[in-house]
């Protein structure tokens, strides 16, 4: 796939274009087994990607970009390392700079999007409005090409005339990127309309870089050998494709493609194995199905609420359990691996005590938290609650939290990307230099924190249930939740190096 220089070759290939909501990690290694060469992932708009963090995914082995409301925005494998191209929606060259240098060493392109009619990226100045902003293009593109160390493409659709797109794309071409994909159609035609071949054909004689030809699905591509065939009616170099590989991503196959339903169970196989998110999963079923969706078994699909529903619609239940269970027991298996080396002994810096941890939210089950663990012994041995400080780091605006229990400091020396995390670190210095369950999957239970939510459990209902009760009723409208309470005594401190200043 590499060019002499090592990096990603747009030259004579077949490509998965970009599909908000299809082009996640199932389709892209389907596609990718099906034959095509590179695979773009979904538009991702930088400032959410932005505010990301990149996590290891050691259980799936994969590498997650989780947003702050931990949602996985982006996940993606070394299967397709080398394959695969990062899609941004984008307006501001130093967001997107600053994206892509999060991406760059897990993907092997970024791509900004410049062809989204939509007016969810045309109103943020992004997609197809870029077409008419020439010079925010330039200075996207060229920020992008002199940051990062991957090439970099873009995708536009075509402007009214052949004069204005040669010239935009002779435009484009000087910033320095690698290729340029060219959806043939303008910014106000629909999918329906047909593509034009003359002007990606232009396009194709008055630049050097390789041109990607792209909406050719509905006209001109139903089988492999078409593909070659809009390649050649449009003078491109390579061919992106969409819709068709969306309902049946076996196009790809040279050697002709699978009926729709053995694809279908491929999809659902990496679905089920990268723990795709289950809407997600239903849409690209969906969109398999086509007029399918309203049979008996689409309506089936419509009502499955998890991969395992959706698994069952599909008589693959023994699939599913399998892959559960391998997952299971790579969890269990990397849990003994990390538990003998996870603690580091705490150090003394001052009057904190500190360790290098991160707080991993898939090492603990929902709703339990460090954070609460350490709330509840307190009130166990009826010392004062934990009170947490917080500062923020200027240049990365990193978090870092100190918790004050029983006189005593603990800080992770790590930062955080949110202060959420950064408090559930120092909980949990605290928690393992005392030597107590801090609510870990697999950790032996202490039943702190299960009992008090049955606790609290039982007075909501006896509460429910009319039964009135002084003593509850006191506790309950003076003792906040365990979430209330917690960050009643936030403090934050912004610092930047060594001195910090308070914001009021
Ligand atoms: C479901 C869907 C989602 C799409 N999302 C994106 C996207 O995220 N980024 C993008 O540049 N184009 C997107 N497009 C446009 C396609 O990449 C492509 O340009 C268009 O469908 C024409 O190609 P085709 O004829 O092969 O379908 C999307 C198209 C579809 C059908």
Redesign the pocket.
Known sequence: MANALGKLSFNNKIIL???????TLPMRLLALDYGADIV?C??LIDIKMAQCERVVNDVLDTVDFIAPDERVMFRTCSKEKDRVVF?M?TADPDRALAVAQLVENDVAAIDV?M??PKEYSTKGGM?SALLSDPEKIETILTTLVRGVSKPVTC?IRILPTLEETVSLVKRIEKTGVAAIAV?G?MKDER?RHP?HCDYIQAVAENVSIPVIA?????DH?KTYQDIEKFREASGASSV???????WNPSIFRSQGALPVDEAIEEYIKYAVRYDNNTFNTKYCVC?MLKDRVESPMGKQLHAAQTNAEICEVFGMTDFYKKAQADLESRKKDLQQSSSSDLFDQPVLDGDVITMAVKFERREYPPQITPKMYLLEWSRKEKMEQPVYETEQRVQDRAFQSTVLVANKKYRSTLWEKSKKFAEQAAAIVCLRTLGLPEGRIGEENSGLVNKRKREQRSRDVSQDSGITDSTNRKRRSTEPSQKEEQESNDKITVVNGSCGQTVP
């Not at 274009?17 to 082009?23: E, L, Q, Y």
């Not at 792209?214 to 509905?218: I, L, R």
């Not at 992106?240 to 969306?246: D, G, H, K």
């Open positions: 274009a970009p599909m908000v909501r299809v082009g773009y979904e538009e899609q929606g999007n062809g989204c997609g995708k959806h159609r999918q593509v792209n909406g050719g699905s509905q591509v992106m494709l969409a819709r068709a590989a969306m969109q």
